[in-house]
């Protein structure tokens, strides 16, 4: 059973930056997909980033510009720096790994998922 572990959450002020870390018991090089979803509360949970083993990442349009994702699989790390926050970031935070096809945008293409952290943003 893989278990995926978020860490760095917390309270910020609109145009700080932070980074965020998913930490996997397993090995992140056997799932093909490794990406961050976030909830607001009473909202849908929406699509941040997401970083297959080779190719380029893909950012939810809200974020682009602004999230980076990387992936470390000899660490079996997969992390997300958060740069110009703002209010509407604010949310529960949550990693997620894939090991079949679906779309990169939704959350039935993911296996396994953290319990979250949570990212405040005030202004």
């Known amino acids: 059973q893989v278990q995926l572990v978020e860490s760095g959450g917390g309270l910020v002020q609109a145009g700080d930056s932070l980074r965020l870390s998913c930490a996997a018991s397993?090995?992140?090089?056997?799932?093909?997909?490794m990406a961050w979803f976030r909830q607001a509360p009473k909202k849908e949970r929406e699509f941040v980033a997401g970083?297959?083993?080779?190719?380029?990442?893909y950012y939810g349009d809200s974020v682009k510009g602004r999230f980076l994702i990387s992936r470390d699989n000899a660490e079996n790390t997969v992390t997300l720096q958060m740069n110009s926050l703002k209010p509407e970031d604010t949310g529960v935070y949550y990693c997620?790994?894939?090991?079949?096809?679906?779309?990169?945008?939704?959350?039935?293409?993911?296996?396994?998922w953290g319990q979250g952290t949570q990212v405040t943003v005030s202004s």
């Open positions: 997620a790994a894939s090991n079949r096809s679906g779309y990169w945008y939704d959350q039935t293409t993911y296996d396994y």
């Open positions: 397993g090995r992140t090089a056997d799932y093909d997909i």
């Open positions: 970083r297959r083993n080779w190719g380029s990442p």
